[in-house]
């Protein structure tokens, strides 16, 4: 069996995997150019440290700064088009999904899944020995429904200090009449390894990069998985594919793509490939803009629809003590009662992350406080002891809140063409009041939570800031997180999905698009565990297909 | 006494033994030459020259990051589970 893997990035890496584990000759067609080597140096000496910025970047494959934006809120989540993709840049923080998530069309908002939370559960292990994830099950079992006697392969990562501090105050105690509890957060990156596992990479040393970079690779990229490909899964970097060919019965035939070899503009070659089975894997917002352009899967006109992101609201402030912000991975902990529960009905629900790394996210500290403070004049001794005041309290709230999936939000083709010639994706995506009630909600949360911890409460939104927004008369903001997902949604009927339960298109019997566009809802979690889920559930489906 | 780090030293609150712990004293001097208070200390603090962070070790010793007692993001390694303990103060 000839495969053709369309992205070498979280899906496509495991992917591409199992199926040259199991006698299928692979190629893989990535549209970045290879990672760059000096990504560390690049960061260090970078002034805004958002989270593409230490990566290679070509004109050919240009990453998600080339998307059309046509409102009329912005999606603000970046994509990486690099050999490994927006796994390179991703924090490494791996939640499950609630078995409630995959029933979200039940409450109303949003669709169901057409598989449950115990169909993907074994994926769900699976998924986390490849990776390599950090967690205590008996820890997990609290909040989300964990096999007995299972073992993650590495065992939780230690919490911070602010955790502690957190976690002392509000553990016990009721927002809303529900219970607080801080709880690890599962990390894919390496902590101490139970019996039976050898983790790939060095143990955390807390170089506090983990987004965008681990200097050290003790954060899973898809390089990982791509270093454990057998021999018969070929890798071709700086290959752009632009169309896909079906026959009269549907079946693809042929895979188009342009190859470039310059950085920096658009000068390239055309080639086509033959494939028995074809596998895209190249990210919701591409996977969507590849079916739009080639005109396939779409009978149920759903391609590119049900766009969702997750808005992020932070809170920011001062603990009453100094903890020691900027140490150790981003988040290590979060408060996850809010995920679930019946007032899901009624206002999206939202996971809390409490953030170690200061302001750094929410107000670009400690560069900000010590422009702040020096305009106030402070200098010397005085200058010094404020801003160790001012940033050794600081702790941010990180809220992902859930985005239903809504067919007006979608991806299609701009006018506008890349340097390759090659139609630009184009987004309209609109804050549902559904996610604004529940951004209000979260907000209000905080504020209870704020004044448990008896912390000076910095937050502010303000009108000329990016993601400005009112709801109900309050001033709020959103933040991206760079989880798109929904736009080749699964479902359990052709007449109104893209994919079937296996992430294969209903139109097309030998045509596969995987990743985060599958998913009928994205719920409170990182996305990318069920991503790979999913995609190991997919690669399995394939080989047992192809005996 | 060298005007340079002494002008550096009333301004950052650093004294001049830690500053030209940092190697980058010569660097410095040269960029800052006119420079106002505010761009000194900015640089010092931060390893920001006019938007531009000049070198990786410009961005690694920024006295920001002294003064909290931790090290800036990406530049040092100090051990699985070092963010478990109670910080240090390092203010004066």
Redesign the interface.
């Known amino acids: 069996m000839r495969a053709v893997v369309v992205g070498a990035g979280f899906a496509g890496s495991l992917v591409a995997k199992v199926l040259g584990d199991n006698g299928f000759r692979v190629l893989v067609l990535e549209a970045g150019a290879e990672p760059n080597e000096d990504a ?2 690049r ?5 805004v ?1 958002s989270p593409l910025v230490p990566f290679r970047r070509t004109a050919a494959a240009p990453s998600s700064d080339y998307v059309v934006d046509t409102g009329p809120h912005s999606l603000a989540s970046p994509y990486l088009r690099m050999n490994g993709g927006t796994g390179t840049a991703w924090t490494g923080i791996t939640p499950r999904m609630r078995p409630d998530d995959f029933r979200t069309g039940d409450l109303g908002r949003g669709r169901n899944w057409p598989l449950s939370y115990d169909d993907l559960e074994p994926s769900y292990r699976a998924a986390e020995w490849e990776i390599g994830i950090a967690a205590d099950a008996d820890e997990q079992r609290r909040h989300v429904p964990i096999p007995e006697g299972y073992r993650y392969p590495m065992h939780a ?5 602010l955790d ?1 501090a957190i976690a002392s105050v509000v553990d016990g105690q009721r927002i809303d009449g529900r219970e607080l509890l801080v709880v690890g957060t599962p990390q894919a990156r390496n ?1 101490v390894p139970v019996d039976g596992y050898h983790p790939d990479g060095q ?7 983990c987004v965008p ?1 681990c ?2 690779g003790a954060k899973y990229t898809p390089h990982r998985t791509q270093r454990r490909w057998s021999s018969t899964v070929e890798l071709r970097t700086r290959c752009a594919v632009n169309r896909l060919h079906a026959d009269e019965f549907g079946r693809i035939t042929k895979v188009d793509y342009q190859r470039y070899e310059d950085d920096t503009s658009g000068r390239h070659t055309r080639h086509s490939v033959e494939a028995d089975v074809v596998v895209l894997a190249a990210h919701a917002i591409e996977n969507a803009k590849l079916l739009l352009l080639s005109g396939l899967a779409n009978s149920s006109d759903q391609v590119g629809r049900n766009l969702m992101g997750h808005p992020v609201l932070l809170t920011w402030g001062l603990m009453p003590h ?8 981003g988040s ?1 902990t979060g408060i996850e009662t809010f995920r679930s529960g019946p007032e899901r009905r009624e206002r999206a629900p939202f996971r809390i992350e409490i953030g ?2 200061g302001w ?1 996210w929410s107000a670009g500290s ?2 900000s ?3 702040e403070l ?2 106030a004049g402070l ?7 404020a ?3 001012r ?2 309290r600081q702790f941010t709230l990180q809220i992902e809140v859930e985005q239903e999936a809504d067919p007006a939000n979608r991806v299609t083709l701009a006018a506008e063409r890349d340097a390759l010639g090659t139609p630009r994706p184009s987004v309209h995506y609109a804050l549902s009041e559904y996610a604004k009630d529940g951004l209000l909600a979260s907000k209000r949360v905080s504020d209870r939570l704020f004044e448990m911890l008896g912390a000076e409460d910095h937050t502010a939104y303000k009108p000329d800031d990016g993601h400005y927004f009112e709801h109900n008369g309050e001033p709020l903001r959103y933040w991206g997180a760079g989880h798109s997902g929904g736009t080749h949604v699964m479902g359990s009927s052709p007449r109104d999905s893209v994919v079937d339960q296996w992430q294969r298109c209903w139109d097309h019997p030998n045509l596969y698009a995987v990743g985060c566009g599958s998913m009928p809802s994205l719920g409170t979690s990182n996305p990318s565990l069920t991503m790979a889920a999913l995609a190991l559930r997919t690669a399995d489906h394939l080989v047992s297909r192809a005996r | 006494m060298d005007a340079f780090v002494e002008l550096s030293a009333e301004l950052t609150g650093f004294s001049a033994e830690e500053l030209r712990s940092t190697g980058l004293v010569e660097q410095y001097r040269a960029l800052a030459d006119g420079a106002s208070e505010a761009e000194i200390i900015e640089l010092w603090y931060t390893g920001v020259w006019r938007g531009v962070i000049p070198t990786e070790r410009a961005y690694a010793e920024g006295l920001a990051w002294k003064a909290v007692g931790v090290a800036a993001p990406g530049t040092s390694a100090p051990g699985f589970g070092s963010w478990e303990r109670r910080p240090r103060r390092s203010a004066r």
């Open positions: 560390v140096s960061y260090r000496t970078a002034l440290k990562l230690p919490r911070t200090f502690d902590g143990l955390c040393a807390g170089f506090a990069s970079v200097p050290e100094p903890i020691g912000p900027f140490r150790g991975p290590t170690n790394w750094g400690p560069g406080d010590t422009a020096v305009a200098r010397g001794t005085a200058l010094r002891q801003v160790a005041e940033v050794g």
